[in-house]
Structures are given as C-alpha cells and as structure tokens.
C-alpha cells in the first residue's frame, strides 16, 4: 500500500514556551516520533502509544496547536483517504542563557 500526504496547514503561530510544555509529556513525544517517519492517523498513533484514544487526541491537539505537527490527508492506492498528522519540525534547540529561553525550530532543510 503506498500513500501520499497533502498538508493542509500553513502558517506558524508557535508559542516556544507551549512547545516546550508539550513535549514534557511521554505520549506527545511517541506521537512526534512516530509522525516523523511519515504520516499517522489517530489510530495508528493509539495503537504506537499504547494509550487511549482520548489521550492520544488531546496530545495530537497540543501539539497541533504548537505546531509540532501538521494534519494531512493520506490517500491510498484504492482512492480512500483518511486524516493523518506528520510531523512538522527535525530540530528543536533550546539555548538558556541571562536573557531566558530561547526555542528554536526547523523541519531540517534549513
């Protein structure tokens, strides 16, 4: 079965400070893992954390909202389509210095 993804989210409104409260929790950083080798629907992501279903929908909002990851929609060979999350970012770097916290991100292309 191969897929495409289409993402469908654009414009970044990160607040560095919400990324970072994020990803103090495990299952938001098994989903970022896990949409980082491509895209993820929420079922699949349930079954990869091992958490209900509830839970991995509010850590997929989360990190929705902290622009982590991007929803998508993955089309199949057979024309089905379903909504996924990919990942939006390779790397964060957090440099702490006299002036506080300062997070930077890029999808590594940068």
Sequence with gaps: MSTQASNTRSESTADHAAQLDV???DCARTILIATSEG????KELTKRTDSS???V???IN???ESDLI???VRFDDDGSHTTAYEATVDVLR???????IDVAV???DE
């Design 23 to 25: 990803l103090g929790d």
């Design 57 to 59: 929908y509010r850590r």
């Design 94 to 100: 957090v440099r702490i210095d006299a002036d506080g």
């Design 70 to 72: 991007a929803e998508c």
């Design 106 to 108: 890029s999808d590594g």
């Design 53 to 55: 279903s509830a839970t």
């Design 62 to 64: 989360n990190l929705l």
């Design 39 to 42: 895209p993820k629907t929420a």
